[in-house]
């Protein structure tokens, strides 16, 4: 297998699994326990919450541990607008942009369903860049916060976070950050960027699935969204997934201690593997920014062909693409990202996306590009479009 999917998920890392395998048998007790078991579990779990906060650059009481970076994305979006709500009691306003990924998306979507607050969807150029002035002139008076994504999950295009951060802190507006597909490829110190909230999560980073923390800066208030125990500090009700979020600790340390030469390593092979499509391939259009833009990604449009037809085709063979994110992959709609940047229905529904890993090596991308050549020339004989 040839897997150029890892904007979707990545294999977990022997490394991660190996400190998680104690906490499934050895010391297994549940951290809310008083008794050795539980304390065992609660002394893991203050052990990850630092790991965490260490290459986040923030305080170990600022990083709230979740089951993913969806429920991250919900507490931190949710959780602050209802803590605004229940405290000023007067509708407010939030802003994102068209280009955002259902976690978000959807959770704006209903906040304005529900009537209690007015949104905000900014545009992106044909890059799929934000322009901080675009934000500037969006924000008002009761403008509660803004979310917008550090690296777009489809087209990989990098937004200019710390210079929208900037522009939110000098109205005095919160700003939210999901950088579940930057982290491992690009700097996340939250001091650094500005961000006041920053989601995280295992399966981009080479860690377990159903793990992920939201960063949220001391002094700002969330409304619980899950409720029950007093976990997380009574944010996160239920037990915690101890073996996962030491797992996710342990993927946290090697993505960010290593993502400048995670960086140059991918986007190597990312460069390589574009040139050689094109050199074989005829009709092919990048989409994103060629730059600003995660060093494992590609988006490709291919002219004459239907993409889900050649995604069949290239999996008969034995390789894993996309044609955009894995959560709506069973829609028959064109990419929403894709239309965003001002693609045809057409283009959007000829479009693959390719992100690269660790895993992958020049002889796979040799494979590849032979296999990709031979499914396009296949498709285009027999193409209506």
């Known amino acids: 297998m040839i897997y150029l999917d890892h904007a979707a998920t990545t294999p977990t890392d022997p490394e991660v699994v190996e400190a998680m395998l104690p906490y499934f048998t050895e010391k297994f007790g549940n951290p809310s326990s008083i008794h050795s078991a539980g304390v065992a579990g609660k002394k893991a779990l203050r052990e990850a919450r630092q790991t965490v906060a260490k290459y986040l650059n923030c305080k170990d009481k600022e990083i709230i541990l979740t089951g993913s970076g969806t429920e991250s994305d919900n507490l931190a979006i949710m959780g602050v607008c209802e803590a605004y709500l229940l405290r000023e009691q007067k509708k407010g306003h939030i802003i994102t942009s068209n280009f955002e990924h259902h976690a978000v998306l959807d959770c704006v979507k209903h906040l304005e369903k529900l009537q209690v607050f007015e949104a905000t969807y900014l545009p992106v150029d044909k890059d799929g860049l934000i322009d901080p002035e675009d934000l500037r002139k969006a924000i008002k008076d009761n403008t509660v916060l803004v979310s917008i994504m550090y690296g777009n999950n489809e087209v990989g295009t990098i937004e200019p976070i710390?210079?929208?951060?900037?522009?939110?802190?000098?109205?005095?507006?919160?700003?939210?950050?999901?950088?579940?597909?930057?982290?491992?490829?690009?700097?996340?110190?939250?001091?650094?960027?500005?961000?006041?909230?920053?989601?995280?999560?295992?399966?981009?980073?080479?860690?377990?699935?159903?793990?992920?923390?939201?960063?949220?800066?001391?002094?700002?208030?969330?409304?619980?969204?899950?409720?029950?125990?007093?976990?997380?500090?009574?944010?996160?009700?239920?037990?915690?997934?101890?073996?996962?979020?030491?797992?996710?600790?342990?993927?946290?340390?090697?993505?960010?201690?290593?993502?400048?030469?995670?960086?140059?390593?991918?986007?190597?092979?990312?460069?390589?593997?574009?040139?050689?499509?094109?050199?074989?391939?005829?009709?092919?259009?990048?989409?994103?920014?060629?730059?600003?833009?995660?060093?494992?990604?590609?988006?490709?449009?291919?002219?004459?062909?239907?993409?889900?037809?050649?995604?069949?085709?290239?999996?008969?063979?034995?390789?894993?693409?996309?044609?955009?994110?894995?959560?709506?992959?069973?829609?028959?709609?064109?990419?929403y990202v894709l239309k965003a940047i001002g693609l045809t229905d057409e283009k959007a529904h000829g479009s693959l996306r390719f992100t690269l890993g660790k895993s992958n090596t020049e002889e796979q991308i040799k494979e590849f590009v032979k296999a990709f050549k031979k499914v396009v020339e296949d498709l285009r004989k027999i193409s209506a479009v």
């Open 162 to 335: 710390k210079e929208l951060a900037a522009v939110c802190h000098e109205k005095g507006v919160l700003f939210h950050t999901d950088a579940c597909q930057a982290m491992g490829y690009l700097n996340v110190d939250v001091q650094e960027l500005g961000v006041d909230l920053m989601t995280i999560n295992g399966s981009k980073i080479y860690g377990p699935k159903g793990t992920g923390a939201l960063y949220c800066r001391e002094g700002i208030k969330l409304q619980r969204q899950i409720f029950g125990g007093g976990q997380e500090k009574g944010l996160r009700a239920g037990t915690e997934n101890v073996p996962g979020l030491v797992g996710f600790a342990k993927a946290v340390e090697k993505a960010v201690s290593n993502y400048e030469q995670n960086y140059k390593e991918v986007k190597a092979m990312r460069d390589e593997m574009w040139k050689k499509m094109q050199q074989e391939v005829e009709g092919l259009t990048l989409n994103g920014h060629a730059e600003k833009r995660l060093p494992n990604n590609l988006n490709v449009s291919i002219a004459g062909i239907e993409g889900e037809a050649a995604l069949l085709r290239l999996d008969a063979k034995g390789i894993c693409a996309s044609s955009g994110s894995a959560c709506t992959s069973g829609s028959l709609e064109p990419s």
